[in-house]
C-alpha cells in the first residue's frame, strides 16, 4: 500500500467512525428540553450530514487498497492478522448496504433493522480494523527490537 492510501484509509475510517459515534450520540443517549424538538442536540442533523459525507470516502479507501492489500492477503492465506482481516473485509458489505439501505427505507420496521444493522456491522469492523493496525504495530515493534545477547 502506498503512504497516500493508507491515510486515506486509516483517516477517512477515524472519522467515519467517529461522526457515526458522535451522531449516535446526540440521537439516543442525549434528550432535548424542548418536546417539540426533533432532534436531541442542534448539531445531530451536521453529524449526520458528515457521517454520510465522509463515509464514501472510507469506502473509495477500502476499494482502493483492495486490490493491492486486502484481496492479495486473501487469496494467498497469509497468516499474520488474518482473524482482524478477515472479520473487516467481511463486514465491509453489510456496513456499507445497511447503510445505504437505511437513507432510502421508508417502512419505519425496515428502517430500524437497517439501523441495528448498520451498528452491530460497524461496530465490529470498527474494533476489528482496531485490532489489525495493533497487530501491525506489535509486529512492526517487535522486528524493530534489537536481539538481547543471551
Do not use: C
Not at 441495528?116 to 493496525?133: D, E, K, Q, R
Amino acid at each position: 500500500m502506498s503512504r497516500t492510501q493508507l491515510i486515506l484509509l486509516h483517516a477517512s475510517v477515524a472519522l467515519t467512525a467517529l461522526t457515526g459515534i458522535v451522531f449516535a450520540w446526540m440521537k439516543y443517549a442525549m434528550t432535548s428540553d424542548d418536546p417539540f424538538a426533533v432532534v436531541n442536540h442542534p448539531m445531530q442533523p451536521h453529524m449526520l450530514s458528515a457521517h454520510v459525507v465522509i463515509a464514501p470516502v472510507a469506502l473509495f479507501a477500502l476499494g482502493w487498497i483492495f486490490g493491492v492489500h486486502i484481496w492479495p492477503r486473501f487469496v494467498i492465506g497469509d497468516p499474520r492478522r488474518r482473524v482482524s482481516g478477515v472479520t473487516t473485509m467481511i463486514l465491509i458489505a453489510p456496513m456499507v448496504l445497511s447503510g445505504y439501505l437505511l437513507q432510502i427505507a421508508t417502512n419505519d420496521a425496515v428502517r430500524k433493522a437497517m439501523a441495528t444493522a448498520h451498528w452491530i456491522a460497524s461496530g465490529v469492523f470498527v474494533v476489528g480494523y482496531a485490532a489489525h493496525l495493533l497487530g501491525s504495530r506489535q509486529r512492526r515493534e517487535t522486528i524493530d527490537q534489537p536481539l538481547q545477547p543471551s
